[in-house]
């Protein structure tokens, strides 16, 4: 039996030659990410149960977004307990790398990782986040975890895995103007549900994918959770070589020459078996819209009629990055969000912030009443920065419309990509963006 | 965690319950389990669940939640377990479960994931009185009429399970004391 990529990825860190969905393994983690709000007890643990020992083959990132710059007394603790933890563990000689606030230089965990380097085509990387599956945009296997599992393969280097099923989404054709990898998501979850693809690899092939770029192909790893997947993975091209290349993280020439060697079998064998396979001509996609309160209850924009919003949001792991920006930009260019939509404009980390200025883009968003943040999580998931009031509609281009999520139990979110957001922050009611 | 049987009432809930609705995150600040018992599946939609999870003082009536497909969907938090422990719950059952939910009730060592063949929504109401039966065949069954349905077995998170917990589990395999 041929093999796919999650296959091989995974059964290259148990040791093994083939590993077979639905058995269980014992798998290798090469990198480890940890941010503010579910390290605390991570770091508790360490201590507590395993003599606060790093394995020494394990790479840790920690990167504090969640509730940074401090939300609260509350959180500014665990920002404060990462930072020693990182602190103490860089003397000890921990292979540790931090983006902290102090400096400058920092940002929401899942853009910060592939954009500092840290994401290698083929390594298994896994962090206290859900949209962890994010770096499965590299060729990763990569997947969120929980706090005692954290703290587990901090100890161990390693954690068990359950080796998934793989369903295939193939993806061919120009996607029109008006539509980004957001709205092909939308689709997909629309279609198969918020548990289509539960416990599943999803692997996204085909022209249109590997047409798109690293940020737009983040998107839709980024989601995978959102359809209940364990991951979502595209094999690694050139185009994955070179973003990688040209990122700062050190790696010795030899082993980068090993890893773009082995990048390039990293494929799904032709034959590769699948539990199931979609196939969607991209040319007929349009904006879509997921409606509260469930990523998966999709819509046209076009269908929906004259629903006003308080809000517009652009920001977070999903929606936040610089490809989402220069999209959302060339929607507002010359225009105004609509009297009484609060336009916000949330990077997702500090190198985006500086790309908004330099490239005049920061006034294209000012220009049209928007209102920017330090980079943060914050608002995504209600916590600050951006929550909503009772009654209150959000159109958002982050992931998730559970009741409660950006705010107010009675608040609405209505998911969207970022062209879409801009569109709607101008009409100041849900609109599709148009296909010009 | 590992236990033999647990005899209690029952909360049902449907489908998709999520972490939100579990433990908004607006408690994230904590993983102080004491308060995350009280704000316990805090943000269901009252309109859908009549009947409150968490009585007015906080305290919990219900040791066992019976739920849909796809129990526990969405964020990573491991407080979502924590805080359904905390408030007193030791097992949910449902049809299936989101990934991480599963593996942080499993591998943190705090609450008992049980999965059921068939859609337990409809046999059961909220207040019910049950018995989870763990031994030999695992099983659900009413305390009343005494139907019982089928519970699948653990597979192999059982050494997990009976360990307490990856962490213990761990442990022993690492001979730390």
Known sequence: ?436 | MSRETIRGRVYVVGDNIDTDAIIPARYMSTMDASVLGKHAMEDLDPNQYKIPFLNPDGSCDYKIVIARRNFGCGSSREHAPIALRAAGVEAVVAQTFARIYYRNSVNGGIILPLESTLDLTDVFKTGDEVEIDLRSLPIIQSCVKRQAYPIKPFGPVKDIIEAGGLTAYNKKILGIA
């Open chain 1, 1 to 436: 039996m041929r093999q796919t990529i999650t296959e091989k990825i995974l059964a290259r860190h148990c040791g093994r030659d083939r590993v077979s969905p639905g058995e269980t393994i014992e798998s290798k983690v090469d990198v480890l990410m940890m941010h503010d709000i579910t390290s605390s007890d991570v770091i508790k643990l360490l201590k507590r149960e395993f003599g606060n020992r790093i394995h020494p083959d394990l790479k840790v990132v920690a990167t504090p977004d969640h509730y940074v710059p401090g939300k609260d007394i509350a959180s500014a603790i665990l920002y404060q307990e990462l930072k020693g933890f990182v602190d103490e563990q860089q003397a000890l000689g921990a292979d540790i790398t931090a983006y902290m606030v102090e400096g400058g230089d920092y940002g929401v965990c899942h853009v910060m990782l592939p954009s500092k380097g840290h994401v290698i085509p083929g390594q298994v990387i896994v962090g206290g986040d859900s949209h962890t599956c994010t770096y499965g945009a590299l060729g990763a296997f990569s997947t969120g975890i929980g706090t005692t599992e954290a703290g587990n393969v901090l100890a161990t280097g390693s954690l068990w895995f359950r080796v998934p099923e793989s369903f295939k989404i193939d993806v061919n054709g120009e996607m029109p103007k008006n539509v980004m990898a957001k709205d092909l998501f939308l689709r997909v979850v629309g279609d198969v549900g918020v548990d289509g693809c539960l416990y599943q690899a999803m692997e996204w092939t085909g022209d249109t994918i590997r047409n798109m770029s690293i940020d737009e192909k983040m998107t839709l790893t980024n989601m995978a959770i959102e359809a209940g997947a364990k991951s979502g993975i595209i094999e690694p091209d050139g185009k994955t070589i070179e973003y990688r290349r040209a990122r700062q993280a050190p790696m010795t020439q030899e082993n980068w020459r090993s890893w773009c060697t082995d990048a390039d079998n990293l494929k799904s064998d032709k034959d590769a078996t699948y539990v199931n396979v979609k196939e969607i001509n991209a040319s007929g996609l349009e904006p879509l819209v997921a409606k509260p309160h469930l990523p998966s209850n999709v819509t046209p924009a076009r269908e929906l009629n004259n629903i006003k919003i308080n809000q517009a949001y652009i920001g977070s792991c999903t929606g936040g990055k610089w490809e989402d920006f220069v999209a959302a930009g060339e929607i507002l260019k010359g225009r105004k969000a609509a009297k009484g939509v609060r336009l916000l404009v949330v990077p997702s980390t500090s190198d985006i912030q500086d790309r908004l200025v330099a490239s005049g883009l920061y006034f294209t968003f000012k220009n049209a009443g928007a209102v920017f943040s330090a980079p943060t999580c914050g608002a995504c998931l209600g916590g600050y920065m951006g929550v909503l009031a009772p009654g209150e509609v959000c159109i958002s281009s982050t992931n998730r419309n559970f009741r409660g999520r950006m705010g107010h139990p009675n608040s609405e979110v209505y998911l969207a990509s970022p062209k879409t957001v801009a569109a709607s922050a101008i009409a100041g009611y849900i609109i599709g963006a148009k296909n010009e």
